[in-house]
């Protein structure tokens, strides 16, 4: 038995690199620093050993001859998931590139609404160690922080050292929207955070009054969406008077139609705030089971995010055009390659087509796919790089045990070869 | 496998041969003197009417790291505009402004360039700097890393901490962050702009810490030349693209106190305020510094007209330039109190006025300073233009009727404020060799690189003799990178990886006991963590690390 200690951990989007974990052959036990998030993605148990082409098990090399076969004649094959290390994304891409694949991440529906944003407009954003040390004033749109990530406020709000506030815990913390579901955002000290709960429907027009509000302009109503304007304005009148104020949003928690607007607001409003003489930061959460890193290395070896499309011998780029779902549903796709080396959780969409899936091993599938290669996990299995949800970090994940189970690298690099 | 290359002109700087026809041998990736008594050879390219270079190396290029990534997602509409076609030997990817990883190694090695350096690393994220650039086939690459707005060494310098102190906290920084020689990026600017100051002179205090630019630039300048890292300090100065800079520059120029300092993208710190629109050339008085102070090196960062996208660490001096976006879309961000960056699309036209002259400064630049050695051949890549401008830059340094011609379409206002048409230097083959490699890799550091002499690697770059410059530095007949024919006629024909260049200076291992209370108490992970190992360079079977020297004065 090992104990290995400051283990970064690829699933939790804030790249926690302080987890002490014990090592028994190949049974993992979170001893130090683990979260509601982290503690079973490290303890989930090896089922599947063995790659399976209709159902039975085989060898690898089958199994990989067998995946090629069903890509080899393809017009149209999609590969979703996209849920890997950067060495995997880096063999996911070539694949694509050969056999002229949709590339597909499974949560850029969600990503969506930043990279809209993003590209129409800009922003202007912060990381984690920047919030530890400078943010005063943190402002939550539409998002329960505390579930997406348990230990953001322990390691990076109520941390007890910061360069620059002399009092981590008189740091104020606006919610707007949804309410936090626990108690993780109150300080140390007991300083709850100020809610104003909306639906997130309603928050195109709240955060459209709220930079209305930072910009000076009159409004002339009482209340927006049951939230009173004097409250806005008080928001807004502590944005003002921040010193560092950060706003968070997570792009896949507003699932409405155009939410790439509020994206968009938000992100004018803090451009708004930086010409109002003091500094304000934004800080788009995400990056959890490689989601950040499906688009850094698809962003450096296509020139876009990870929704697009090879089959006409260079990538193009459709936000909307190559949702993987979309393209299953209307009879589009000819095959389905899921990578998922993550979350066992994380299934592929019900589809008739031939499926391969390179994943975690322990999926049930409720259709068993014509091929399933059960792969390792990034940072448990093999080393490797994931980003982190701030984007600038990779954090270089650590091997913990000898499982046997290829890399998705490994078994996509395969099957290109095979090609 | 013997390899002869019979018969071109030979301009090799390096030992000081300067078109003599010569034959060139190849052997396990290295150029060798001719063998002694019997040999075959085993493959003869007939190179009588050619002239050859050793491969060419850019100094000074943004081809890896967070900040290009972000320009690239930026620009859907660019890419698409560009689009590059998978071939059986090369990955489809997009082109123009900021290209995809490996249409940037497919389009610097069809120039005839077998080396780029990214010159902003940021510790922080460096692996990611080199897993990109991990992703540039057969180039050689390797970066600068950047210091001197991270609250680290700001805090050093305010507990008035000890030249040595510094010295061994650098050299561990380089070394975390696989570097081979140290940037620093508007002093303390970006780590000002994080406390709402939005600009800081060579001698105006960060309000936090007390420090200025110029202490900066001294104790840093003073670390690389103590560690004995060869190339020295690289310089993006304060109040970049502010009118009146000249005098910034200028002032830091003297400031170093004769300590070897590199002033990067020069064109965009060469200012004045003269004239109708108070924007004047500063080119003239900068050229004299230069030429005065042997302790500087410049690189020119010129601009050329069209779309591009300027990716910087400098987010102060980006946000103020936020206004001057096209399309207007733009980036900033504050990172991880090591330092920043801004991305902030651009396009320069040749009726605008302040283009125009910048276009004349950065010619003016080149043309005054008299010594090739210590002035290097960049648009800062993609900042002032894409780096496959180069062979029109070539062109015009090297043609003046046809420089004086581009000179005579421009906004006229910009022509009066430019001695540019009566300068008549035109550069030679010679000197564009000095500039784009034998130089290059001196002030670099880089052992076996950049010459044509045995015992260098065999980058070599084989051109077809051109009246017109462009047409004979935008493709090259052969490019050999260590020995392997990669191009051919301006494609490539067959793709390598190249090594990555670094250089280990030692530090005081006590150094860490400091950083890692200073990691766990205020940054957001594990010292342990941040260091990057030589495996991840080299585990995929492609990469390696090439180790440099260091100068032999080491203290």
């Given at each position: 038995m090992a104990e290995i200690t400051e283990v970064p951990s690829p699933f939790c989007g804030i790249g926690t690199d302080d987890l002490t974990i014990q090592v028994d052959g190949v049974a993992l036990k979170v001893v130090k620093n683990g979260c509601a998030v982290n503690t079973p993605a490290f303890e989930q148990a090896i089922t599947d050993t063995s790659p399976r082409v209709e159902g039975k098990?085989?060898?690898?090399?089958?199994?990989?001859?067998?995946?090629?076969?069903?890509?080899?004649?393809?017009?149209?094959?999609?590969?979703?998931?996209?849920?890997?290390?950067?060495?995997?994304?880096?063999?996911?891409?070539?694949?694509?590139?050969?056999?002229?694949?949709?590339?597909?991440?499974?949560?850029?529906?969600?990503?969506?609404?930043?990279?809209?944003?993003?590209?129409?407009?800009?922003?202007?954003?912060?990381?984690?160690?920047?919030?530890?040390?400078?943010?005063?004033?943190?402002?939550?749109?539409?998002?329960?922080?505390?579930?997406?990530?348990?230990?953001?406020?322990?390691?990076?709000?109520?941390?007890?050292?910061?360069?620059?506030?002399?009092?981590?815990?008189?740091?104020?913390?606006?919610?707007?929207?949804?309410?936090?579901?626990?108690?993780?955002?109150?300080?140390?000290?007991?300083?709850?955070?100020?809610?104003?709960?909306?639906?997130?429907?309603?928050?195109?027009?709240?955060?459209?009054?709220?930079?209305?509000?930072?910009?000076?302009n009159p409004v002339r109503v009482d209340s927006v969406c049951g939230i009173a304007a004097a409250d806005l304005q008080n928001i807004a009148d502590k944005l003002l008077a921040a010193s560092y104020s950060v706003v968070t949003w997570a792009a896949g928690a507003l699932a409405y139609r155009q939410a790439e607007l509020t994206v968009q607001t938000i992100s004018e409003m803090i451009k708004d705030i930086n010409n109002r003489d003091t500094r304000s930061s934004g800080l788009p959460l995400g990056g959890k089971e490689g989601d950040q890193t499906a688009n850094q290395v698809c962003g450096w070896t296509t020139g876009y995010p990870a929704r697009t499309r090879f089959s006409s011998g260079f990538p193009e780029y459709d936000p909307y055009l190559y949702d993987s779902n979309t393209l299953l549903a209307n009879g589009e796709a000819d095959a389905l390659l899921w990578v998922q080396a993550f979350n066992t959780d994380a299934l592929p969409p019900a589809t008739n087509l031939p499926m391969i899936v390179v994943g975690r091993s322990g999926m049930a599938f409720a259709k068993e796919p014509d091929v399933f290669i059960p792969v390792g996990t990034p940072g448990?299995?093999?080393?490797?790089?994931a980003y982190r949800m701030d984007n600038v970090i990779a954090i270089r994940l650590k091997k913990l045990r000898e499982s046997g189970l290829p890399s998705t690298a490994d078994v996509l690099n395969a099957i290109e070869q095979a090609l | 496998m013997l390899i002869k290359l019979t018969g071109g002109a030979v301009y090799d700087p390096a030992s000081g041969i300067d078109g003599a026809k010569q034959d060139i041998y190849i052997q396990h990736g290295r150029i060798v003197d001719k063998p002694a008594g019997d040999f075959k050879v085993d493959k003869e390219y007939d190179l009588k009417g050619k002239i050859v270079m050793s491969g060419a190396i850019d100094m000074h290029t943004h081809i890896g790291g967070g900040k290009g990534n972000i320009a690239r997602i930026l620009l859907p509409e660019d890419h698409r505009a560009d689009p590059v076609a998978r071939t059986d030997i090369t990955r489809s990817g997009c082109g123009h402004a900021m290209p995809s990883t490996f249409v940037t190694g497919y389009r610097y090695a069809e120039m005839g360039y077998t080396a780029g350096f990214e010159p902003a690393v940021l510790p922080i994220n460096a692996r990611q700097a080199h897993m990109e650039m991990a992703d540039i086939p057969i180039l050689d690459k390797g970066g600068y890393v950047m210091l001197g707005s991270d609250d680290y060494l700001l805090r050093m310098l305010t507990a008035k901490k000890d030249q040595k102190a510094i010295n061994d906290y650098v050299a561990f920084t380089m070394q975390a962050a696989k570097a081979i020689g140290v940037k620093v990026v508007n002093p303390g600017g970006i780590n000002a702009f994080k406390f709402n100051q939005r600009k800081l002179d060579l001698d105006e205090q960060n309000s936090h810490y007390g420090v200025t630019p110029r202490e900066i630039l001294r104790v840093l300048a003073t670390a690389v030349k103590e560690l004995g890292v060869t190339h020295p300090?690289?310089?993006?100065?304060?109040?970049?693209?502010?009118?009146?800079?000249?005098?910034?520059?200028?002032?830091?120029?003297?400031?170093?106190?004769?300590?070897?300092?590199?002033?990067?993208?020069?064109?965009?710190?060469?200012?004045?305020?003269?004239?109708?629109?108070?924007?004047?050339?500063?080119?003239?008085?900068?050229?004299?510094?230069?030429?005065?102070?042997?302790?500087?090196?410049?690189?020119?960062?010129?601009?050329?007209?069209?779309?591009?996208?300027?990716?910087?660490?400098?987010?102060?001096?980006?946000?103020?330039?936020?206004?001057?976006?096209?399309?207007?879309?733009w980036v900033t961000m504050d990172i991880e109190c090591d330092a920043g960056c801004g991305v902030v699309p651009f396009k320069y036209k040749d009726k605008n006025f302040v283009?125009?002259?910048?276009?004349?400064?950065?010619?003016?630049?080149?043309?005054?300073?008299?010594?090739?050695?210590?002035?290097?051949?960049?648009?800062?890549?993609?900042?002032?233009?894409?780096?496959?401008?180069?062979?029109?830059?070539?062109?015009?340094?090297?043609?003046?009727?046809?420089?004086?011609?581009?000179?005579?379409?421009?906004?006229p206002e910009a022509q009066k404020m430019t001695t540019l048409a009566s300068i008549e230097r035109e550069y030679s083959l010679q000197e564009i060799a000095i500039m784009t490699r034998a130089g290059a890799a001196r002030l670099i550091g880089l052992q076996d690189r950049g010459g044509l002499s045995a015992g260098n690697w065999a980058d070599i770059t084989v051109y077809t003799d051109n009246a017109d410059r462009q047409k004979m530095f935008e493709k090259p007949d052969y490019v050999f990178k260590d020995g392997e024919l990669v191009v051919v006629d301006g494609k490539v024909v067959h793709t390598t990886w190249g090594t990555t260049h670094v250089v280990k200076p030692d530090f005081d291992a006590s150094v860490e006991k400091d950083l890692q209370r200073y990691f766990d108490r205020f940054l957001t992970m594990k010292l342990g963590n941040f260091t990057i190992s030589d495996d991840e360079i080299t585990e995929d079977g492609r990469g390696s690390l090439t180790v440099h020297p260091l100068k032999g004065d080491v203290a």
């Open positions: 098990e085989v060898s690898l090399a089958v199994a990989i001859a067998k995946a090629a076969a069903l890509l080899k004649n393809t017009n149209q094959p999609v590969i979703g998931g996209c849920a890997t290390d950067v060495n995997g994304m880096r063999a996911l891409l070539a694949l694509a590139d050969q056999s002229g694949a949709v590339v597909d991440n499974m949560n850029f529906t969600g990503a969506r609404n930043n990279f809209l944003a993003l590209q129409d407009s800009g922003w202007m954003n912060t990381t984690l160690a920047e919030v530890k040390n400078r943010c005063d004033v943190l402002l939550v749109v539409g998002a329960d922080l505390e579930s997406f990530s348990p230990r953001f406020f322990e390691r990076y709000l109520w941390n007890e050292g910061s360069m620059f506030l002399e009092d981590t815990g008189k740091r104020e913390v606006i919610y707007l929207g949804q309410a936090p579901s626990g108690q993780a955002s109150t300080s140390p000290k007991g300083q709850k955070a100020s809610v104003f709960e909306c639906a997130n429907e309603d928050l195109p027009e709240v955060v459209a009054v709220l930079r209305a509000l930072v910009k000076g448990i299995d093999h080393a490797g790089h | 300090l690289h310089v993006h100065g304060c109040n970049l693209g502010v009118p009146g800079n000249v005098d910034t520059t200028l002032d830091t120029i003297q400031g170093i106190g004769g300590l070897p300092m590199h002033l990067t993208h020069i064109q965009f710190h060469s200012y004045g305020t003269e004239g109708d629109f108070k924007f004047s050339s500063g080119a003239a008085q900068i050229a004299e510094a230069i030429n005065k102070n042997k302790n500087i090196t410049i690189d020119v960062g010129q601009i050329l007209f069209g779309q591009t996208v300027t990716a910087s660490g400098d987010n102060m001096r980006q946000h103020a330039n936020h206004k001057h976006a096209s399309p207007n879309k283009n125009a002259l910048q276009w004349a400064i950065g010619l003016e630049t080149f043309l005054l300073v008299d010594d090739p050695w210590r002035i290097f051949l960049t648009t800062d890549h993609p900042n002032g233009a894409p780096f496959t401008s180069y062979p029109h830059l070539i062109r015009l340094l090297m043609d003046r009727s046809f420089r004086n011609d581009m000179l005579a379409t421009l906004h």
